[in-house]
């Protein structure tokens, strides 16, 4: 086959403990998915669904265990903010899946940051439109090391922790998620068809803030292994797209 420009490399991922790679098909997230963030935001907790928005793939800035990563402060907001969630890996194609089987089709997990222009969220929010560029836009995804459920099981439960410089800003336990990972999975196989490569960011709890260009974002996820971050001057997006 010929193509009409290269095509663009696949993102993937880095997997603890293994030499093989997670290629990343689609990049999915769940808001307001813990009572105390709920409530900080304005909103209300009791709902009958769970909410999905997306993230594309190349979105993603994955730091190895060890390392700092670089996260270069986008374009367009005075309010970037960290939402420091467990990330749920899909191994196994589906649709319609049943809660109760959900686990099957759930190869591993991350710690992830779902970055936010949370000015340009609350711009949309108010003008009741979509919040894509609010959530969606480059390095926006950062996310550590895959950890295969073969190696550490299906997390339930554990401490999710985020510090700024060393300053505890985040901590709670992955239990207080209103939707856990199986009702995660099954809501959204209702939607869309899941198949391996796709990603899902659970949601963040209570304690999201702003952050700027010099500080240091760390977050941990019991069993999962942490990231760490800098965030570091703009990037020109004239710069971004010459390496893309
Ligand atoms: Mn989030």
């Not at 190895?64 to 970037?80: I, K, R, V």
């Not at 490569?197 to 999962?224: F, K, W």
Request: aromatic share 8%; proline share 6%; charged share 20%.
């Amino acid at each position: 086959m010929e193509w009409l420009f290269d095509p663009p490399s696949r993102p993937s991922l880095a997997i603890a403990g293994s030499s093989k790679r997670f290629a990343v098909r689609r990049i999915w997230c769940v808001g307001r998915n813990y009572r105390a963030h709920v409530q900080e935001m304005g909103g209300d907790p009791q709902r009958d669904t769970p909410i999905f928005f997306a993230k594309p793939s190349d979105a993603i800035l994955q730091v190895a265990s060890g390392e700092f990563g670089q996260l270069p402060y986008p374009p367009h907001t005075a309010d970037f903010h960290y939402e420091a969630e467990l990330v749920v890996a899909i191994g196994q194609a589906g649709h319609n899946i049943a809660a109760e089987a959900a686990h099957a089709h759930v190869i591993g997990y991350a710690v992830g940051l779902d970055m936010t222009r949370r000015d340009a969220q609350r711009v949309a929010k108010a003008g009741g439109h979509p919040w894509e560029l609010a959530k969606s836009f480059d390095h926006s995804a950062v996310i550590g090391e895959l950890h295969l459920a073969t190696e550490v099981g299906h997390r339930h439960d554990g401490k999710l922790a985020l510090s700024v410089d060393g300053t505890a800003r985040q901590s709670a336990d992955l239990s207080e998620m209103i939707w856990n990972v199986p009702l995660i999975v099954a809501h959204l196989s209702r939607w869309v068809a899941l198949a391996p490569g796709d990603l899902i960011y659970t949601g963040t709890p209570e304690g999201v803030g702003a952050v700027t260009v010099g500080q240091r974002l760390y977050a941990s996820i019991d069993h999962l292994g942490s990231l760490a971050v800098q965030v570091v001057a703009p990037k020109s997006l004239a710069t971004q797209a010459d390496a893309a």
